[in-house]
T-cell receptor
């Protein structure tokens, strides 16, 4: 999907362990985002990046950290996984959609289960 | 605090009927309003989008109606088909803090029956 790859696609991990999810893009886009999707909540922004080493918090950032050491990779780390972080995680990039404006393209998601 | 409110949560429409999903927003800094369609196991995909200076935008069977004064917008799916069965999210984009952000509604699960 538009040059975005998320890995892993599925992961089961134990409570208290650190977990890192990876988002890789091939199109040199400046803005990258991490969302989580939960029933009844839609997609909520965790963290975002507006350039290499430039990141900021979203609305549900507690318990998560991110890093972006190069344009193509945006990593999301759960420092000590909890059951409340069981979710589907989506990475997105912002792209131009012609003269009308811009849109966001999403990866296929990572389903994370914390047991 | 839900900045983009979406209704209904679920919707069942007969084939050939009109599906209508409504959204309302709070933040006047939003300046672009996309709709996303999501199938099970996939990421959301951009369906159609509108700027607030336009009252209506149509692409095929999909139409967005926008009411800036009421801060409301809606998606109409004409001649709904079983292949339209998916979850639909309204969203709003605007500069919040340091960067452009995309804020989603809570989603509407649409089922189109034969």
């Amino acid at each position: 999907d538009a040059g975005i790859t998320q890995s892993p696609r599925h992961k089961v991990t134990e409570t208290g362990t650190p977990v890192t999810l990876r988002c890789h893009q091939t199109e040199n886009h400046r803005y990258m985002y991490w969302y989580r999707q939960d029933p009844g909540h839609g997609l909520r922004l965790i963290h975002y990046s507006y350039g290499v080493k430039d990141t900021d918090k979203g609305e549900v950032s507690d318990g998560y950290s991110v890093s972006r050491s190069k344009t193509e990779d945006f990593l999301l780390t759960l420092e000590s996984a909890t059951s409340s972080q069981t979710s589907v995680y989506f990475c997105a990039i912002r792209i131009r959609t012609g003269a009308d404006g811009y849109g966001y393209t999403f990866g296929s998601g990572t389903r994370l289960t914390v047991v | 605090q839900q900045q983009v409110k979406q209704s209904p949560q679920s919707l069942i429409v007969q084939k050939g009927g009109i599906s209508i999903i409504n959204c309302a927003y709070e933040n006047t800094a939003f300046d672009y309003f996309p709709w996303y369609q999501q199938f099970p196991g996939k990421g959301p995909a951009l369906l159609i989008a509108i700027r607030p200076d336009v009252s209506e935008k149509k692409e095929g069977r999909f139409t967005i109606s926008f009411n800036k004064s009421a801060k409301q917008f809606s998606l109409h799916i004409m001649d709904s088909q079983p292949g339209d069965s998916a979850t639909y999210f309204c969203a709003a984009i605007g500069i919040v803090g340091t960067a452009s952000k995309l804020t989603f509604g809570t989603g509407t699960r649409l089922q189109v029956t034969l």
